[in-house]
């Protein structure tokens, strides 16, 4: 285990994409929720070696996804953790503080400025201890999904080099969280900075289940801000220990989601966080109780190199 707060940076072999650009954000002073990170070391003990078949071909044969697939899911699946496993995973757990984590996969693939493998590898929401192991194995599993081996397929990702790390994190109990964008994704200006915002927990919007604020900001001008209201009417929330949809409370779901200020905390924080990571850049983020954080990032792979400067 490694926890997000590390003071060192590991290799992303150990920790994946996603949960090394959660180091670096946590090393870069921004506030991150705090967690740990599964390395990829306890997914290649469990992995390696129960496959039936010859897991070092070259590419998956998108012919036979589906059955290879659900070979592969079912034997992750019934993978049995070690005591010694179990004990590390108990410690780390009690030592967030938490009764609820949000369990993320990470694969080393993932996140990178090739490939981002958005949307392709298991996310669980509010898991308790007591399910901690199986969500760990679903996000491993879940990097064998037929969509997942078609992604890697598709972009040339040999089943050999499939390496998945798990990060384990305090569930944010979001009032309002969205996704940001440092170049405008849709007329690749890098002069704007784009932000999505609903009400609730950010799966909604991820999922495309909610249509969200969105407020286009000038990087040379952050006075200049053009904002779309949507209408929420029912927001995605965390409703006596469960992930439950609710109604968004009169005289709310009409209004922006974001005041003036917290807008301009997250726009400056979106600039420092392009500059640290020297890229265009995809964030996640929430907000409770008043205070922002950041809960995932990573490089916009869709722009390519031509970028423009107004």
């Known amino acids: ?24 954000l946590t090393q870069a002073g921004l506030d991150v929720p705090p967690g740990f990170i599964v390395k990829t070391k306890y997914f290649a003990r469990s992995v390696d070696g129960i496959l039936g078949f010859d897991h070092k071909i070259a590419l998956v044969d998108l012919k036979n996804v589906e059955m290879i697939s659900g070979e592969i899911v ?22 967030l503080g938490c009764q609820h984590v949000a369990v ?57 080099e499939i390496s998945v790390a798990v990060v384990v994190q305090k ?4 009032h309002v969280s969205g996704v940001a964008f440092s170049v405008n994704p849709v007329t690749k ?19 495309g289940v909610i249509t ?18 949507a209408t929420q009417n029912k927001q995605l929330k965390l409703n006596n220990m469960v992930t439950d949809w ?13 005041d003036l200020d917290m807008l301009r905390q997250l726009i400056e924080a979106i600039k420092s966080i392009e500059n640290y990571m020297q890229c ?8 409770e109780n008043n205070k922002l954080y950041f809960t995932q990032t990573r490089p916009i792979t869709t722009i390519g190199m031509t970028v423009i400067k107004e």
């Open 104 to 160: 993320r996969s990470s694969a080393v693939c993932e996140d990178g400025q090739n490939a981002s493998w958005a949307g392709q590898l298991a996310t669980e929401l509010n898991v308790q201890m007591q399910d901690l192991e199986k969500s760990i194995k679903k996000c491993w599993a879940s990097a064998y999904s037929p969509r997942a081996l078609t992604y890697a397929a598709q972009n040339k990702v040999k089943l050999s």
């Open 246 to 258: 609710v109604e968004v409370p009169k005289g709310s779901a009409e209004i922006g989601k974001l």
């Open 1 to 24: 285990m490694i926890r997000l707060d590390d003071t060192t940076l590991p290799n992303v072999a150990e920790v994946g994409g996603k949960g090394l650009n959660l180091i670096k």
């Open 74 to 95: 079912q034997k992750v699946m019934a993978v049995e953790f070690d005591k010694d496993f179990k004990q590390a995973l108990e410690s780390a757990f009690e030592i």
């Open 171 to 174: 569930m944010v109990d979001s």
């Open 280 to 287: 265009p850049v995809d964030i996640e983020w929430a907000i």
């Open 189 to 207: 200006n890098s002069d704007e900075i784009v932000i999505e915002a609903v009400y609730g927990l950010g799966e909604a919007l991820v999922s």
């Open 212 to 229: 969200p604020d969105e407020y286009i900001v000038k990087k040379s001008d952050c006075t200049d801000i053009k904002a779309t209201v």
